[in-house]
């Protein structure tokens, strides 16, 4: 749900325990802002889980503003269902928008994340995007690399952690067990790589089996 104010009238209002109105109006000084219920629920869901504050860099913007600074035309801003921002620590640290793209993914957040560096873009348009706003790519309609047309998820694009549970584990150059053994990895072992499927690419022609009918290797 969508719900309009007045940040004239309502600008220091609380929309909820963490975030007040005017933190999501337009950088115009536009009066109306939009905001989205469903963004704003997670937004603190994201706060409990990671412990800090959270800075809104972007919430609802007007047509004029957003085609003023190169927004897309469809942009989920304009009608207030989308929200760009940096997560906090406890400490005061920046979290990693990797992170953040990670953790809503983990949350089956179904609508648009945006990895934008430090910061986020999380929306509740578009139904099942996934980007990557610091990689160009003029093939798609919104400017930018967007992951499910690869075939990726953010857990996929950015890598995910393993322990070895095999007591050994073999690297093939390829993904398949008829493949090459390149090396072998022992149990316990700490890994980092892309999955695919039920593959971990560790790296160029790097491959370990995650799991199959016989069991689980990685975890």
């Not at 999380?122 to 093939?139: I, L, Q, V």
């Not at 072998?184 to 799991?211: A, E, H, T």
């Amino acid at each position: 749900m969508v719900k309009t104010y007045s940040k004239k009238k309502h600008g220091n209002k609380r929309l909820s325990a963490h975030f007040r109105l005017y933190e999501f109006a337009c950088s115009d000084g536009t009066d109306t802002v939009k905001v989205s219920t469903t963004n704003l629920k997670m937004l603190e869901k994201i706060r409990a889980k990671f412990g800090g504050s959270i800075t809104i860099t972007s919430g609802n913007r007007s047509y004029a503003y957003n085609k003023k600074i190169g927004g897309a035309s469809n942009s989920a801003h304009v009608t207030g269902r989308a929200v760009d921002f940096v997560v906090y620590d406890k400490k005061g640290k920046a979290v990693s928008g990797k992170k953040i793209c990670k953790y809503l993914e983990s949350q089956k957040w179904k609508w648009g994340i945006g990895y934008m560096g430090n910061a986020t873009h999380m929306d509740t348009k578009f139904t099942g995007n996934r980007m990557d706003e610091t990689k160009k790519d003029k093939s798609d309609r919104n400017g930018y690399y967007t992951l499910q047309r690869h075939g990726q998820t953010f857990h996929t694009y950015f890598g995910s952690n393993f322990v070895v549970e095999a007591s050994t584990l073999n690297i093939r150059k390829k993904p398949t067990t008829k493949s090459a053994v390149m090396g072998k990895l022992k149990k316990g072992q700490k890994v980092k790589g892309q999955i695919l499927d039920n593959w971990l690419k560790l790296g160029s022609g790097r491959y370990c089996c995650i799991k199959d009918k016989h069991g689980t290797y990685l975890k």
